[in-house]
């Protein structure tokens, strides 16, 4: 019994000195569970000397004690869970004595940052004037104002056959897209058949645009304006029942074939719609008062 005492006894005089010297420089949550820790292990150590004993812990306040503690530990460990990243991050800034560059430590907020600058800027404009009076010297180390660089000219390298190039890829990406070289494409080909349900193909090409728009709208419980272009494929869209008068149009396909140049694909250029000057009309006067003879 004597050697129990004086056991516990000595770790706990132990355990009361390192909890003394880590309270300034701790965690207080770690401190906590600490002192919560001592304080079960004395209860646990005083219950185990009554049994011991012989005596009836019937009315003992220190299994009360014992309860309470455990029940607050188990609560604890959300939280310490929560702060396991934390602490594992301070212990190795410890043990190796800086962060990483790429650490999210460094990204923390720093309240620092909320405090007025107006001080800061009065002592640095003061800071100014004093290095202006001592010399030139001192004032080459402060930092200067940021001057952005120059763009040099670079030369245009692109030639007529890359120009050319381009222009027949676009065409055969325009070709590939009709829906009957799509069709044709499925039919000969060994891939699995890709179904589609409620629309047809030509509704298909902005759908996913639409369904991102629809979600917005719905999540964010605002109605988006519509641009001209926008309505005119709605118009387009709603007009379109089928697709009976293109079942015998294959569009231009001759860049597939290989019997198309470059200026055939061009883009059409677009004709800026400039209409008559409109002059005054004749026969009307000026509005004004008339002045009566």
């Keep these: 019994m004597a050697a129990v005492q004086g056991i516990t006894s000595e770790e706990l005089v132990t355990a009361k000195g390192l909890l003394r010297s880590i309270q300034e420089q701790g965690l207080s949550f770690l401190e906590l569970k600490d002192q919560l820790l001592l304080l079960y292990m004395q209860d646990l150590v005083h219950i185990i000397m009554q049994k011991t004993s012989g005596r ?28 396991k990243y934390q602490i594992d991050k301070l212990l190795r800034a410890a043990v190796t004595g800086s962060l990483a560059e790429n650490d999210p430590l460094r990204f923390k907020p720093n309240p620092q940052n909320l405090m007025s600058k107006l001080e800061e800027s009065e002592e640095e404009d003061s800071d100014k004037d004093d290095e202006d009076e001592s010399g030139e010297g001192k004032s080459q ?10 763009l040099a000219p670079v030369h245009y390298d692109d030639t007529e056959a890359d120009r050319d190039r381009r222009i027949l890829e676009r065409a055969k990406k325009r070709a590939l897209s009709s829906s009957v070289i799509r069709e044709l494409k499925e039919q000969y080909t060994d891939a699995p058949e890709e179904i589609r349900e409620g629309r047809a193909y030509h509704m298909m090409q902005h ?21 001209r272009k926008e309505k005119a494929r709605n118009k387009r869209k709603l007009a379109m029942t089928s697709q009976l008068n293109s079942l015998t149009h294959f569009t231009d396909i001759s860049a597939l ?20 000057k409109k002059g005054p009309k004749k026969g009307k006067k000026k509005k004004g008062f008339r002045r009566r003879h």
């Design 56 to 83: 009836s812990l019937k009315e003992n306040p220190g299994i009360m004690r014992l309860v309470e503690t455990r029940t607050v530990l188990e609560k604890m460990r959300p939280i310490e869970q929560k702060l």
């Design 141 to 150: 180390s402060k930092t200067r104002k940021y001057v952005p660089p120059k």
């Design 207 to 227: 759908g996913k645009e639409e369904q991102h728009r629809i979600n917005y709208e719905e999540s964010m419980m605002v109605r988006l304006n519509m641009t």
């Design 257 to 276: 074939t290989g019997d198309a140049n470059a200026e055939g694909h061009m883009p059409p250029a677009k004709r800026s719609k400039k209409g008559p």
